[in-house]
């Protein structure tokens, strides 16, 4: 079989956005688009496989102009000619060439080669994802969808009453709530979030604003409003601080930035620093070693929660055919529905109310239009 790689091209594709959301504010408080960067995979047999990285640089240090030259001059050259099926032999060829600093070396950029590389080779074998991981037969109900949380970013305590109403109209039944800037105001937040909605899932999100004395106090008030999870609540080299959370005990601590590779679960787990992760497919690196994350989680009874980018199209495939097929147990913060709008796809994820369908076909399971790669998104 000639799966040896031919050639790679890069396409960078901006999603117009939609609502207010921190990560995508520029300093004018606008929210321009949501830019990302699409990988085009092609072997020597003329099969093709697509891919997405989906930078966001007011989260991570990795920009839309990094991951393209980096794909284009370091990543793409370094791999053509190699054999697609050989997943780990690629992968280990991409961390040689992009060195690691303290996990990972641009993770987001290379988990778009990682995910055209796995659509790529699913469509060579004929074979769902399901199907690559040998969870074809873990049948359950709702095994096919994936239920997701509404994203809740307030600027003041009454656009919480206005994103809960927004939610409700939409479907929306469980909450993903942004903090870390001032507790006062995220404790009222979850408060009002609670009057407003008291039977619903809601977890905390602090992408490492606090110090530890505030997440020390705070973290008691988030567990008293019911709040079943604190994700992030430190910076990520804040180690110390983490353990200390931990041996509070008030609520379930949480890693997001902090856990980019199987290593860093293994070690910060035997140090006693979390109860669970956040788990992106985008920030660590791809599918490959995402799969190798949520599956320790679960071996070592840690809890596995699901959230990402604000992944449009083909990450959000990606996520979905992981998440649905590790039987994530709660409701995950893809929230692209929420923020993005228009597609690259022929047939965009279907998502009904808070209810993703996870696609079904070979690979990924989506078809990308590439027309639409050669014309500005949001056309009539």
């Known amino acids: 079989m000639n799966s040896r790689i031919a050639s790679l091209e890069a396409f960078v594709v901006r999603y117009p956005i939609s609502g207010h959301f921190k990560f995508f504010t520029n300093a004018a408080g606008q929210c321009p688009t949501r830019d990302t960067v699409v990988v085009k995979l092609t072997d020597e047999a003329g099969n093709v496989g697509w891919g997405q990285s989906v930078p966001s640089p007011s989260w991570s240090y990795e920009t839309v102009e990094t991951v393209r030259t980096t794909i284009e001059h370091h990543l793409g050259p370094a791999i053509i000619g190699l054999d697609a099926l050989d997943g780990d032999g690629i992968g280990r060829v991409m961390n040689r060439t992009i060195a690691a600093s ?106 490492g604003g606090y110090d530890l004395a505030t997440a020390l106090a705070v973290a008691p008030q988030f567990a008293d409003l019911g709040i079943v999870a604190l994700e992030q609540p430190l910076p990520a080299n804040r180690l110390a601080g983490y353990r200390r959370l931990r041996r509070q005990g008030a609520i379930p601590i949480l890693m997001d930035e902090g856990i980019v590779s199987l290593v860093d679960l293994e070690e910060f787990h035997e140090l006693g620093l979390l109860d669970g992760v956040a788990m992106k497919v985008s920030r660590c690196g791809g599918l490959t070693e995402s799969r190798r994350i949520v599956a320790a989680l679960q071996e070592r009874g840690l809890l596995f929660f699901a959230s990402g980018l604000t992944d449009p199209d083909l990450s959000l495939a990606a996520s979905l055919q992981l998440f649905s097929a590790y039987d994530l147990s709660y409701p995950a913060a893809l929230n692209a529905c929420q923020f993005l709008s228009c597609s690259i796809l022929r047939e965009p994820v279907q998502i009904d109310a808070d209810l993703a369908t996870v696609p079904d076909k070979p690979g990924l399971g989506v078809e990308v239009d590439e027309a639409a790669l050669t014309m500005p998104l949001g056309w009539p």
């Open 102 to 207: 303290f996990s990972t070396g641009q993770p987001i950029c290379k988990a778009g080669i990682d995910l055209a590389l796995f659509d790529l080779t699913g469509r060579i074998l004929n074979q769902t994802a399901r199907e690559r991981w040998g969870r074809a037969d873990n049948d359950h109900i709702g095994k096919n969808t994936v239920t997701l949380s509404w994203t809740v970013d307030p600027r003041t305590i009454a656009d919480v009453e206005h994103s809960i109403a927004e939610a409700e109209i939409r479907g929306f039944r469980n909450f993903n709530v942004k903090v870390g800037s001032d507790a006062t105001f995220d404790v009222l937040v979850c408060r009002e979030i609670r009057r407003l909605a008291p039977g619903a899932f809601v977890w905390v999100d602090a992408n």
